[in-house]
């Protein structure tokens, strides 16, 4: 198989449904409304345990084990529900799913990005340390695990290249113009701060000119699963554009849009 493509155009070098063979694969999501879509991929009964004011619900994929929880939104709610995840459920990886604001100028809603790396746009322990390190590690960006990243690549790419349209609905894809999304993959940034304002948003693409797209999770996600060892994927669906309009764009694209995504990404990631 190594050194062929598929349509999607990349190499085809790890099927995603080999790749979750082992061991538990953790899935993790901010809103219930991006968990519930993926509980409806559990197959047959699922076993629900709270930890931490938080329900992990372990069940099978396609055959593959998984626990999914949804964190909340922000950094320690995530940190918290990644570290829940390792520790107590014992995941040999994590992806996460859920919606972005758009930084770079080509995303639109409905489009995907991909995470190879992330970093807290938010974390300044200036004069101490350079402006957004993370104090005493020597970084401030983390990698997401490449073979990982490349199976969520794939599931995207095989996301945006069927129709979404009926999927989201004619009227849905028609009011967020949502035509023929596309996969991006790059720098993700996180804080605990929802970018609702040209001036915030312009702000940060002057601080971090390559980020793709914002949101308050993936970064700490990253974080906790580089000091564990575990590997991680972030996938995020473009919602707004983290500008004046985004407080009302984020509530109408979690209404419509999230589920449908993440219930698309994640069936396909464990069932090519
Ligand atoms: N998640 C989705 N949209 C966002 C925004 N504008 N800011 C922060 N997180 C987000």
């Keep these: ?34 968990l ?17 004011q938080r329900e992990f619900h372990i069940g099978h994929i396609a055959g593959k084990t998984v626990v999914a929880a949804h964190s909340r939104c922000g950094k320690v709610a995530a940190a918290a529900t990644a570290t829940e995840m390792i520790v107590r459920f014992g995941v040999e990886r994590i ?7 758009a930084l770079d100028h080509d995303l639109h809603i409905g489009d995907v990005v991909v995470a190879d790396e992330l970093m807290q746009h938010d974390l ?28 969520v690549m794939r599931a995207a790419h095989d996301l945006v290249s069927s129709d979404m349209r009926p ?22 940034v996180s804080g605990d701060q929802f970018i609702a304002s040209n001036t915030q948003r312009d702000a940060l693409r002057d601080a ?26 972030v996938v995020r669906v473009i919602s707004d ?9 984020f509530p109408d694209s979690l209404r419509c849009i999230a589920g449908v995504y993440a219930r698309a990404l994640i069936s396909r990631l464990f069932r090519f």
């Design 167 to 188: 999927a989201v609905g004619e009227d849905v894809a028609g009011r967020l113009h949502i035509h023929a999304p596309s996969v991006r993959r790059g720098l993700i």
């Design 208 to 233: 971090l000119p390559g980020a793709m797209c914002v949101e308050m999770e993936g970064a700490t996600v990253a974080q906790v699963a580089h000091d564990y060892g575990v590997p991680v994927a």
């Design 241 to 249: 554009a983290a500008d004046d309009h985004a407080g009302t764009r």
């Design 1 to 34: 198989m190594k050194g062929t493509s598929d349509a999607s155009g990349l190499p085809f070098f790890v099927r995603g449904g080999d790749m979750l063979d082992d061991g538990v694969t953790g899935l993790m999501a901010a809103m219930p409304e991006e």
């Design 36 to 52: 519930q879509a993926v509980l409806g991929l559990i197959d047959g009964p699922r076993q629900c345990f709270e930890h931490g």
């Design 124 to 151: 300044d322990a200036r004069p101490l340390f350079p402006r957004f390190e993370v104090p005493l590690m020597g970084a401030s960006r983390f990698r997401c695990d490449a073979a990982l990243a490349e199976v």
């Design 95 to 101: 992806i996460f799913t859920g919606l972005a604001g």
